[in-house]
């Protein structure tokens, strides 16, 4: 016979499908990670983890739509930085990213890379620093909305450079590579996690990577840093997140899936390939996520406020 309801509403979870939300286009990077790591995580949950493109406003619609849903245990958020930078951006955000959210786990760190298309006449960084300050307003840099770390990180290159350039806005980052390789954009700031493949089929240009040192996915490829831009660094970290009041069970499920898929060799290898690396053992934890994400938020307000005239 048909199990009574209160039997029915005690089933475990997960009993049906849960819904990741991407608060970027898909195929750009964060898809990419949200992706690798569901397929995994459907294994070990038994349950299909559907990935849902949210996009908008830097990554800000897909934040105040999560906080604001249904807090059942069915939907999760994958968001970097712009977690932690959007208050220093947005005078208005719809949400306290600090109050609003359970905090799963952290996920993976990635590196950016500093890319142009294919014919820009600059080949290294130094030619390219010569040619933005002759180009000025002329050079167009993409990014994937205030609040997006191609932003950010174009937003401090442009500070630390002192050329304004003229940016160029798009739902996420996988649009906006689609530009720069059809040669419509020239500059793009972003995860290597999405250039890799671009980079090794030689249909974009690197200038540099934004990490202090240089990097395995891409051994040969110079740091901005070692280029002259002294302490110019960028690195993405990437977090999960649930409407406030998700049951903890199912916080603690999901965030143990996530550390499984980190572990899964397959998994690992692909991530490796891309240059993401999983996020040390502190921090998968909701505690860690919570507690990295109140430090970078602190971190970044004064780094913000400082390159506030190249905000857009
Ligand atoms: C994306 O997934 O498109 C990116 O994470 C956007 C960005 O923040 O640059």
Redesign the pocket.
């Known amino acids: 016979g048909a199990l009574p309801l209160a039997a029915a509403a005690q089933a475990a979870w997960p009993s049906k499908s849960i819904t990741l939300v ?4 898909a195929g ?5 990670v949200a992706r690798v790591l569901g397929a995994a995580m459907t294994k070990t949950l038994g349950q299909p983890i559907v990935i849902e493109n949210k996009t908008g406003a ?2 800000t619609i897909a934040a105040a739509y999560t906080a604001r849903a249904t807090p059942d245990g069915y939907t999760f958020l994958i968001h ?3 977690m932690a930078t959007a208050p220093a951006l947005y005078r208005k955000l719809a949400y306290k990213p600090l109050n609003d959210f359970e905090y799963v786990t952290q996920v993976v760190d990635v590196p950016m890379t500093l890319v142009g298309r294919k014919d820009l006449p600059a080949k290294d960084f130094k030619e390219l620093q010569a040619y933005l300050k002759a180009q000025g307003n002329k050079v167009n840099l993409a ?3 205030l ?7 174009g937003m401090l290159l442009r500070q630390a450079t002192g050329v304004e350039m003229t940016t160029v806005p ?5 649009p ?1 590579m689609n530009a720069l390789v059809a040669g419509q954009v020239d500059l793009l ?3 290597t996690t ?1 250039t890799t493949p671009f980079i090794k089929a030689g249909s974009i240009k690197l200038y540099g990577v934004t990490t202090p040192t240089r990097i395995k996915a891409l051994p040969e490829a110079p740091t901005l840093d070692e280029q002259g831009l002294k302490g110019f660094q960028v690195v ?1 970290w990437h977090g999960i997140y649930a409407p406030k009041g998700t049951p903890k069970e199912a916080i603690d499920r999901f965030g143990a899936a996530v550390r499984t898929a980190l572990q899964d060799p397959a998994v690992a290898t692909r991530l490796a390939e891309l240059g993401a690396q999983p996020a040390s053992e502190d921090k998968l934890s909701p505690e860690g996520l919570r507690q990295w994400l109140a430090q970078e938020t602190q971190r970044y307000d004064p780094v913000i406020k400082a390159a506030a005239q190249f905000a857009d």
Do not use: I, K, R, W
Request: aromatic residues 6%; charged residues 5%; negative net charge.
């Open positions: 991407v608060p970027f286009s750009g990077p964060t898809d990419v830097g990554g970097h930085n712009g990014h994937a909305g609040g997006a770390v191609s932003h950010l990180c798009f739902q996420g980052t996988a906006a700031c972003d995860q999405s993405v």
